[in-house]
Structure formats: C-alpha cells, structure tokens
C-alpha cells in the first residue's frame, strides 16, 4: 500500500508532521499517546480533553496534566528537540512578519488551512522555547508572540485607543488606522503597515469592525449587528439621506446578502429610538439632527429653539425634516392648544 507523502505547509518550507512525529517517538508510549489526543496529533483531529483521556486510562484529570508536562520537559531535553530548531527559527520569523504579536486562529489559518496540519503547528508553538502566548480574556484574544515588551506596548495602545472612543463612534478604516498610529509612536516603523495594524485591532475584544469596514467599540450594535433594525443602521446610514422602509429593506439584500422582510423592517425601524420618522414611509437618523415625534412636535421644538416664526418660516424649515405637504403644517398651526399667532403674523409656543 502507498503510503501518502506528507507535505509542507503552506507558509513553511519544513514538514510540520514529520518534525512532531521524530519529536514524540523520544517518549514512552503513554506519554506519547496523552500529546496526540491532547493537541490532535493523530488521525483524528479533535483535541481531547483532560478528563476524558482520564476516564480512558482510569486516572484523575491532574494526573492526565502531571503526564503532558512532564512530556513536554522531556522533550526539551531530548536530542530530537536541537532537531527541529529550524522549525522553530522559520515559526519565530512567520510571527515577526506577521507584526511580532498575533491572534492564535489568524496565525495558524495564515500558516495552513489543514486542520490537522494546524494542530502540528500549535504543538510546536507550545513546544518551541521563543514563543510566548498571551491567555485570553476578556479584553484580548487569545495570541502568540516573541517580544513581551512590544506584546505589552500593543495591549495598552490597544487600551487607550478603545478609550479614546464613544459607543456611539463608527470610524471608517483610515481613520481608524492612523488614531491607533498615535497610540503606537514608539512602535518599530517595520511594523508600521496597514495588514499589521489592522492584524493587532483585531487582537482587543473590545473593538470591533462592522460589515461596512467600519470600527469601534465591540459591543456596540453599530458594530455587533444583531438583526434586521441594527443593518437597517448601517444601510440607512451608508445611503445618507432618508429612505422609505421598502426601500431600507431592499438595501439590506443588496449590500449585506440578507433576507430582509418588507414588514419586518418597517417593525423594526418603527421600535428603534436611532430612526426618526419623516413621513410617508420614510425614516432618517436621528444622529442627522432629526427631530423625534409628530409634525406637531417638530414645530414646537424648532419655535422653542429659534423663537417665533412665520408660516412661510415655519413650512420651509419643516420641509428639511419630514416628508409632508405643506398643508399638513399649516393645519398643524391653527391648533390654539399649541400655537399661537400673532399680529404680526408670528406663530409661537403657548406656554
């Protein structure tokens, strides 16, 4: 039978499952058997958990852990270990490039797209002596790095970045990019490229890009969009102007590739405090400087904020904030309740 030939990765020039395979044939069977089913070395390429290899021999999960860190001492200190030093050097110059700190999952998916080949790969990662892994929490990703200064620099210009930002705030790409700069003066210039920036935003949990391309607090439903009313967001802002709810809906199709009920929609720009109706149908932003509530409401606010005013005032003005015929203001004014004029034909609030 023909045995396959075991390639490269795509990033490497060396064979990552010949390297693993020479490494773990310098332990006992045991051992060996704990590091294949703990980082899915073998045929099947699931990592296993501690307990469940325990509940296979019998043992306690802390003795599962005693026997994996003893491996892994033993093979630092094994002549197979000088072996694979190249392995090593090749890895520690894929992170550098990458920009000397970076994302586990973005590491491994730049190095190979193989599952199996990428469990090789993380298993020398932990094994290897120049790499350093930042644990996850819940501010920053799970990452490997071979410089703690620069991995410290960059979580806390990571920090103040996110800080220097508003829930409210979506920055376009750009922008984005050269706000981090600030953050980063003292950062090596050979780092200083748009991939690399944009490879270490994506180590903070804290922020986050949009469908848009554009960034800024994580948790924000400007960027964490959920449903139908938050790309009803992006779409309506994308487009600039008010847009009629059939029109919002056809919009989420085109530019997001997703199922947008005419119905719904409406339902949900109608619940959503970001979207002001302007009449007929169509909604706006409020973010626009658009005024919540009914035409009645609309000529209130403005006579509080610019005093009394005449029809012709009133019903210019009125027209640059709702979609409605100009009767439909000047009915709105003979409301004694509301608004009074007076002889000079000024219309104001009644008190």
Same mark, same amino acid.
């Given at each position: 039978?023909?045995?396959?030939?075991?390639?490269?990765?795509?990033?490497?020039?060396?064979?990552?499952?010949?390297?693993?395979?020479?490494?773990?044939?310098?332990?006992?069977?045991?051992?060996?058997?704990?590091?294949?089913?703990?980082?899915?070395?073998?045929?099947?390429?699931?990592?296993?958990?501690?307990?469940?290899?325990?509940?296979?021999?019998?043992?306690?999960?802390?003795?599962?852990?005693?026997?994996?860190?003893?491996?892994?001492?033993?093979?630092?200190?094994?002549?197979?270990?000088?072996?694979?030093?190249?392995?090593?050097?090749?890895?520690?110059?894929?992170?550098?490039?990458?920009?000397?700190?970076?994302?586990?999952?973005?590491?491994?998916?730049?190095?190979?797209?193989?599952?199996?080949?990428? $469990?090789?790969?993380?298993?020398?990662?932990?094994?290897?002596?120049?790499?350093?892994?930042?644990?996850?929490?819940?501010?920053?990703?799970?990452?490997?790095?071979?410089?703690?200064?620069?991995? $410290?620099?960059?979580?806390?210009?990571?920090?103040?970045?996110?800080?220097?930002?508003?829930?409210?705030?979506?920055?376009?790409?750009?922008?984005?990019?050269?706000?981090?700069?600030?953050?980063?003066?003292?950062? $090596?210039?050979?780092?200083?490229?748009?991939?690399?920036?944009?490879?270490?935003?994506?180590?903070?949990?804290?922020?986050?890009?949009?469908?848009?391309?554009?960034?800024?607090?994580?948790?924000?439903?400007?960027?964490?969009?959920?449903?139908?009313?938050?790309?009803?967001?992006?779409?309506?802002?994308?487009?600039?102007?008010?847009?009629?709810?059939?029109?919002?809906?056809?919009?989420?199709?085109?530019?997001?590739?997703?199922?947008?009920?005419?119905?719904?929609?409406? $339902?949900?720009?109608?619940?959503?405090?970001?979207?002001?109706?302007?009449?007929?149908?169509?909604?706006?932003?409020?973010?626009?400087?658009?005024?919540?509530?009914?035409?009645?409401?609309?000529?209130?606010?403005?006579?509080?904020?610019?005093?009394?005013?005449?029809?012709?005032?009133?019903?210019?003005?009125?027209?640059?904030?709702?979609?409605?015929?100009?009767?439909?203001?000047?009915?709105?004014?003979?409301?004694?309740?509301?608004?009074?004029?007076?002889?000079?034909?000024?219309?104001?609030?009644?008190?």
């Amino acid at each position: 039978m023909t045995q396959p030939v075991e390639k490269t990765a795509d990033k490497t020039s060396f064979k990552p499952k010949t390297i693993v395979k020479k490494l773990l044939s310098a332990l006992p069977e045991r051992s060996r058997i704990v590091l294949e089913a703990r980082f899915g070395l073998g045929a099947d390429t699931e990592r296993v958990t501690l307990e469940s290899i325990g509940q296979r021999y019998g043992i306690t999960r802390e003795r599962v852990r005693q026997i994996e860190n003893h491996a892994i001492a033993t093979l630092k200190k094994s002549p197979t270990f000088a072996d694979a030093a190249v392995a090593f050097a090749e890895l520690e110059q894929i992170i550098d490039s990458l920009g000397g700190i970076v994302c586990e999952d973005d590491l491994l998916a730049f190095i190979t797209k193989d599952r199996s080949m990428q $469990n090789h790969i993380y298993f020398l990662l932990v094994l290897g002596d120049p790499f350093k892994y930042r644990k996850e929490d819940d501010e920053i990703e799970r990452c490997w790095y071979v410089d703690q200064d620069l991995a $410290n620099k960059i979580e806390k210009s990571l920090q103040a970045l996110y800080h220097s930002i508003s829930d409210e705030d979506l920055i376009p790409e750009g922008e984005m990019i050269d706000r981090f700069l600030k953050q980063l003066e003292t950062i $090596n210039d050979k780092h200083h490229n748009d991939e690399v920036l944009k490879r270490w935003l994506s180590i903070s949990k804290n922020i986050g890009k949009n469908p848009l391309g554009e960034w800024g607090h994580a948790a924000s439903p400007n960027v964490k969009t959920k449903g139908v009313r938050d790309y009803a967001y992006l779409a309506v802002k994308k487009h600039g102007s008010p847009l009629h709810f059939r029109e919002v809906a056809k919009l989420i199709e085109k530019t997001f590739n997703r199922a947008a009920h005419v119905a719904t929609t409406h $339902n949900e720009l109608i619940k959503d405090d970001r979207f002001v109706l302007v009449g007929r149908g169509m909604y706006a932003l409020k973010e626009w400087g658009y005024t919540s509530g009914v035409v009645r409401d609309v000529i209130r606010e403005m006579l509080k904020r610019d005093g009394a005013l005449t029809k012709d005032e009133i019903i210019d003005r009125v027209l640059k904030e709702r979609h409605v015929k100009p009767g439909t203001i000047v009915v709105n004014l003979q409301n004694q309740k509301y608004f009074k004029r007076s002889k000079e034909g000024k219309f104001s609030v009644v008190r």
